[in-house]
């Protein structure tokens, strides 16, 4: 689905001499290198290295370094805090990888657009640095090969997540000779006090082996320093009271060293705070490009971008009240990192919680901003659903942040949703025999409510449910589902609460008779619901248990009602479905064919003809275990879904399953209900494991997925 940005990317890096070498890392959504000449970006975190299971995690990109001496040399550390980070290693500017696992981990959710973390000597590329969040600072000699933690600083590791240290700075720029001497370290509060150091930024005069305290200004005594930014002469840092995303002030820019030496403050706000800087030239008509953050909204005397022609001196405000793509949504708020293209002074960037905004005219009294998101597309999709073959529209996703979209176009933005703003879609469904009939689900995040909308008319007008079901204002965890059954019916199960049906357009709701579902601490569940779409009045509901080490295990209930009350399969239960998380499960049920339903339990896949009277299981999946995790490590079938049956095929469906088989992970796909199965994705289409599958009923061969914050993809 072409959507363009919809997730926070926390930094930007451009090559300091290669003109248009730029890459952008992202939270959750892994890391894309520009493509000037075809004025979109590349995702280069797709393939190998970026798997299912905990690999995924190596979608959140903590840190990218580029060598100044050979522009096809990347590095990039990526990791959550499950398993140590990786330093991934690209010597073509990230079309392929290799990587070394890194002795600590990555992957805070504070303060995630500072940085870099990672620097290379300019002067010496083979000799790098990393500021980490829990561990203090680390060095490698051999171009990030092996790493030993520098304790000539310290040699406190951490148990919970910190900011940390926050950057190295050299005091350096000539490429080329010995390695550095002098250098500077920037280092969060956070860490400085859990490791008794005595300030949050030191100096080094060899080479990083020992470290003294230099005495910051009293105003930003214990301030983060989101961003430094170095000009031959001088270095521009920026304290920020907050680290962000999006921190509130104060916040402070000073010059330090140049002429007179010392701090010299040359900036200040109390609205908002500063999240980055960035500089071009050096001298009295150095350029400063100042981030504004945590500045919602645009009018007159607002601040979100300044800039500076005279080292600092004045300002002016070269983003609030000018020219702005029309077609795009607030260009505030969360603007952690601005950069000045080095090979273009008038080509200016910063980020924001949905992507990136740029001007090419920065010098001009008005510059004109437009957004830079061309194919980085980091929605995450929360659900997905796909009407029979002919309706007016292509598929229903709801995503995370951006709410719910029905997309007629592949090749175009979607235009047709209820408007929620910012908000989650967590469900959707459609009545099979009048696709026209859209219910949809999800959280208004201003409000933390629950809410439900209808459309009688494919998506172009949207109406919301009178009224709500029982614990579906209050339960806005994503495991929620709906599911109708004709126009004006359906079901709807909020996390953690009996669902309730609705025979009247949501203006009253009924409580089914399913049972109660027991709390999972830390794991919020709701029934997956399907309807059945050869016959309206039966209903499936399945009960993954909630978590892994869960009892009992899955559970089928039917319904004959159109979802009214619901008798448990004891089919099911003599099948001994595993328990596992609402996330990591999946049913789907055969249009083609009344009773046919299809669950992956987390770890398999069962099969039903008979309504589910009786289960099928599938041997060919199988979780995959290292024994570092409590949990699987890949699911052996988290993901299930149906779509258009090849021609000439013995089963009326194709069914295509996210898991694993004989030890690797894949999207799969059995033309002969399930007994054969061929990989249907390759190595370089991993997209960091696939959580949620749509099949296409017009089209055979054609499946909607949602990788790890990389959007809707779509196979032809």
């Known amino acids: 689905m072409k959507y363009?940005?919809?997730?926070?990317?926390?930094?930007?890096?451009?090559?300091?001499?290669?003109?248009?070498?730029?890459?952008?890392?992202?939270?959750?959504?892994?890391?894309?290198?520009?493509?000037?000449?075809?004025?979109?970006?590349?995702?280069?975190?797709?393939?190998?290295?970026?798997g299912a299971g905990l690999e995924g995690a190596?979608?959140?990109?903590?840190s990218i370094a580029v060598d100044p001496t050979n522009d096809q040399?990347?590095?990039?550390?990526?990791g959550g805090t499950q398993k140590n980070a990786r330093l991934y290693i690209s010597s073509n500017r990230g079309d392929s990888w290799t990587w070394v696992t890194l002795p600590f981990l990555a992957g805070a959710d504070v303060g995630r657009a500072i940085g870099e973390r990672l620097v290379l000597?300019?002067?010496?590329?083979?000799?790098?640095?990393?500021?980490?969040?829990?561990s203090g600072l680390w060095k490698s000699a051999d171009s990030g090969h092996t790493w030993a933690q520098v304790t000539g600083l310290s040699s406190y590791t951490a148990t919970d997540a910190m900011v940390g240290v926050e950057q190295v700075i050299f005091a350096n720029g000539t490429v080329g000779g010995q390695a550095t001497s002098n250098m500077w370290v920037a280092i969060a509060s956070d860490y400085a006090t859990a490791a008794g150091l005595t300030s949050t930024f030191y100096s080094s005069?060899?080479?990083?082996?020992?470290?003294?305290?230099?005495?910051l200004p009293a105003a930003v005594a214990g301030y983060y320093i989101p961003h430094v930014a170095r000009a031959s002469d001088a270095y521009y840092v920026v304290f920020n009271k907050n680290a962000g995303p999006g921190g509130d002030g104060p916040g402070y820019l000073y010059r330090y060293g140049g002429t007179g030496g010392g701090w010299t403050l040359l900036s200040s706000t109390t609205t908002g705070g500063y999240g980055g800087v960035s500089v071009y030239g050096s001298g009295p008509t150095t350029r400063i490009a100042l981030a504004v953050t945590a500045t919602w909204g645009d009018y007159v005397g607002q601040k979100i971008t300044q800039l500076s022609d005279n080292a600092g001196s004045t300002w002016r405000e070269i983003e609030s009240q000018m020219p702005?793509?029309?077609?795009?949504?607030?260009?505030?708020?969360?603007?952690?990192?601005?950069?000045?293209?080095p090979t273009n002074r008038d080509h200016l960037l910063h980020i924001d919680g949905p992507g990136i905004w740029e001007t090419m005219n920065a010098s001009s009294a008005t510059p004109s901003w437009s957004t830079k998101v061309n194919n980085l597309e980091e929605t995450a999709t929360l659900a997905l659903i796909t009407p029979p073959a002919g309706a007016t529209y292509k598929f229903i996703s709801s995503a995370g942040d951006i709410g719910p979209w029905v997309q007629t176009d592949l090749a175009t933005t979607p235009t047709k949703g209820p408007n929620t703003g910012w908000s989650n879609g967590n469900s959707a469904d459609m009545s099979w025999s009048d696709p026209q009939y859209i219910a949809v689900t999800g959280v208004t995040h201003a409000n933390n409510t629950g809410f439900g909308y209808w459309s009688g008319d494919g998506g172009s007008t949207w109406t919301s449910f009178a009224t709500l079901p029982p614990g579906a204002a209050a339960n806005t965890h994503e495991s929620s589902n709906i599911a109708v059954t004709s126009r004006n019916n359906a079901i709807w199960a909020p996390p953690d609460t009996v669902p309730s049906y609705t025979t009247n357009n949501g203006a009253s709701w009924t409580a089914t008779n399913l049972p109660a579902l027991s709390q999972t601490p830390g794991f919020p569940r709701s029934?997956?619901?399907?309807?059945?779409?050869k016959n309206p009045n039966k209903v499936y509901a399945y009960d993954s248990g909630g978590a892994s080490y869960a009892y009992p295990g899955g559970r089928v209930y039917v319904s004959t009602d159109g979802g009214h009350t619901f008798t448990l399969s004891q089919g099911s239960v003599?099948?001994?479905?595993?328990?596992?998380a609402y996330s990591v499960t999946s049913m789907a049920v055969n249009p083609n064919v009344e009773g046919d339903i299809w669950v992956a339990d987390g770890y398999t896949v069962y099969h039903s003809v008979d309504s589910g009277a009786t289960w099928t299981k599938l041997d060919n999946f199988a979780s995959l275990y290292t024994g570092t995790n409590f949990w699987s490590d890949t699911k052996g079938a988290n993901a299930l879904t149906l779509g258009k049956a090849a021609v000439g095929a013995p089963y009326s469906a194709a069914v295509y399953v996210s898991g694993v088989i004989n030890g690797q992970w894949g999207v799969w796909v059995s033309d002969n209900a399930g007994g054969t199965w061929t990989r249907f994705n390759d190595d370089a289409h991993q997209f960091g494991g696939v959580g949620k599958l749509a099949g296409d009923w017009n089209t055979y061969g054609r499946i909607y997925a949602a990788g790890g914050g990389r959007g809707v993809l779509y196979s032809n």
């Open 4 to 50: 363009g940005g919809g997730g926070y990317v926390d930094g930007l890096i451009f090559h300091p001499t290669s003109a248009n070498v730029l890459y952008a890392r992202t939270d959750v959504g892994g890391a894309y290198r520009w493509n000037q000449a075809a004025s979109q970006w590349v995702p280069i975190t797709d393939g190998l290295g970026f």
């Open 58 to 62: 190596f979608h959140s990109v903590e």
């Open 73 to 78: 040399l990347v590095y990039m550390v990526a």
């Open 121 to 134: 000597d300019p002067a010496h590329p083979s000799t790098m640095f990393y500021g980490s969040g829990r």
């Open 205 to 215: 005069s060899d080479g990083g082996s020992s470290w003294t305290p230099v005495a």
């Open 324 to 341: 702005h793509e029309q077609t795009s949504g607030g260009y505030w708020g969360w603007n952690d990192d601005v950069e000045i293209d």
């Open 527 to 533: 029934y997956r619901l399907a309807a059945d779409r």
């Open 574 to 580: 003599s099948a001994n479905m595993h328990a596992d």
